[in-house]
């Protein structure tokens, strides 16, 4: 990866604080710097990024927006993103959904927006994000810097938002959707 890419999350965070927050003054070219939007939690920023035409869906290291504002528990920050067009299924080959996360997370509300817009209650992964760096990284080390727990022991293993449930009210409300255990 060439080192301007690199460096851009920290130029934008620089250029935040130089403009004292005022994102709209700084280029919405990096679809980075919408996921870091939405880890943080800034939906201010998520608004002026999306409205820029930053990728809603893009994946960077299997991690998209919607999954890690889900994972972070950011309610409006997944309603701006929905409202927008993002996937509610979408996912790295191995990775987990938006559901998974909100259902780990323990976030009954979450879970119930996601299934309400037809999120996939069986859809499968190998593991699910537990910590989300906040700052200083880029696509190519997100996956090696973000903690994840490893959902499989043997060879094969698929789990389910079912089988990350943190509560009986989330398995109740997945089940009432159709998860099969």
């Known amino acids: 990866m060439n080192r301007a890419k690199m460096t851009t999350p920290i130029l934008f965070t620089i250029a935040l604080g130089i403009l004292g927050g005022r994102i709209d003054a700084v280029r919405a070219d990096s679809n980075f710097d919408l996921l870091m939007a939405a880890v943080k939690g800034d939906l201010a920023a998520v608004k002026v990024l999306t409205a820029k035409g930053a990728a809603i869906n893009h994946s960077c290291g299997g991690l998209t927006p919607l999954i890690a504002a889900a994972a972070k528990g950011q309610l409006d920050i997944v309603k701006h993103l929905l409202a927008e067009g993002a996937d509610v299924n979408n996912k790295s080959r191995q990775g987990p959904t938006a559901l998974m996360q909100a259902a780990a997370a323990g976030n009954v509300e979450m879970?119930?927006?996601?299934?309400?817009?037809?999120?996939?209650?069986?859809?499968?992964?190998?593991?699910?994000?537990?910590?989300?760096?906040?700052?200083?990284?880029d696509c190519v080390d997100l996956e090696r810097l973000a903690a994840v727990e490893d959902l499989c022991e043997g060879e094969k293993c698929c789990m389910t938002a079912l089988c990350v449930a943190a509560t009986p009210e989330i398995a109740k409300l997945l089940k009432q959707h159709g998860a099969v255990e």
């Open 111 to 137: 879970v119930r927006l996601l299934l309400e817009q037809g999120a996939d209650v069986n859809a499968e992964a190998t593991y699910i994000w537990t910590d989300l760096p906040l700052t200083g990284v």
